[in-house]
């Protein structure tokens, strides 16, 4: 695998997506993000409509299917579960 970005993470003890799995679920840089709330209102109306083409794509309706489907488009990567901790990572889509 190569190297990747864990999209599921911890905070205040409680598992919360990382600022990679925020990067792809609002569409927004992860540059551009950081570990602070409240988000803006358009990241979320842009995260409502990239759940929608998500859903349309996939058929599903689960956010691990909306990370999988952005993933793919926005990245060309796909996400795999790694370790003893079955954390997500992205891994090239032309490997195994």
């Known amino acids: 695998m190569t190297a990747g970005w864990t999209l599921v993470g911890t905070r205040n003890g409680h ?5 990679a ?3 792809l679920l609002f569409g927004i840089p992860m540059a551009d993000l950081d570990d602070t709330y409240p988000y803006l209102d358009e990241w979320f109306d842009s995260a ?3 759940r929608d083409e998500a859903i349309a794509a996939t058929g599903c309706e689960d956010v691990f299917s909306a990370l999988e489907y952005w993933a793919t488009k926005d990245l060309g990567r796909r996400i795999v ?4 901790e079955a954390l997500l990572g ?3 889509r032309t490997e195994p």
């Open 48 to 50: 409502r409509q990239r």
């Open 90 to 92: 992205l891994t090239d």
């Open 21 to 23: 799995a925020l990067s």
């Open 15 to 19: 598992p919360a997506p990382s600022l």
């Open 81 to 84: 579960v790694c370790g003893d």
